[in-house]
Nanobody, 129 residues
Framework: QVQLVESGGGSVVPGGRLKLSCVAPGDTFTSACMSWFRQAPGKEREGVAAIYIGIGLTYYADFVKDRFTIYQDNTKSAAVDLQMNDLKPEDSAMYYC?????????????????????WGEGIQVTVST
């Protein structure tokens, strides 16, 4: 059973930056769709960004384009990072890493929660003054 471990969350002021990391300890994915989702209190979980492991294609929600970057951490097997810049209060949420191991990524499916078979426990990001 693949496990995902998230790290890097915390509190920042508006305009600040954070980097989230997601790793599957002991695993190596040659093909997978790995994503970050988020859920704010009282709201539905939404896709933030995804990367097609092995191909390198990336996908972003409109609300994070040009601010967030998802990339594979090539120093670790089965690891992706999410660099978040110019953070806004509305970015405050619990962030979840998800993986669809052995699956592709596409412009529609990457935002579908049911596409993923493995989820991390989540990590809190708070943006406030």
């Amino acid at each position: 059973q693949v496990q995902l471990v998230e790290s890097g969350g915390g509190s920042v002021v508006p305009g600040g930056r954070l980097k989230l990391s997601c790793v599957a300890p002991g695993d190596t994915f040659t093909s997978a769709c790995m994503s970050w989702f988020r859920q704010a209190p009282g709201k539905e979980r939404e896709g933030v960004a995804a990367i097609y492991i092995g191909i390198g294609l990336t996908y972003y929600a409109d609300f994070v384009k040009d601010r967030f970057t998802i990339y594979q951490d090539n120093t670790k097997s089965a690891a992706v990072d999410l660099q978040m810049n110019d953070l806004k209060p509305e970015d405050s949420a619990m962030y979840y890493c998800a993986a669809a191991v052995g699956s592709s990524c596409g412009p529609t499916v990457w935002k579908m929660e049911q596409w993923y078979n493995t989820w991390g426990e989540g990590i809190q990001v708070t943006v406030s003054t």
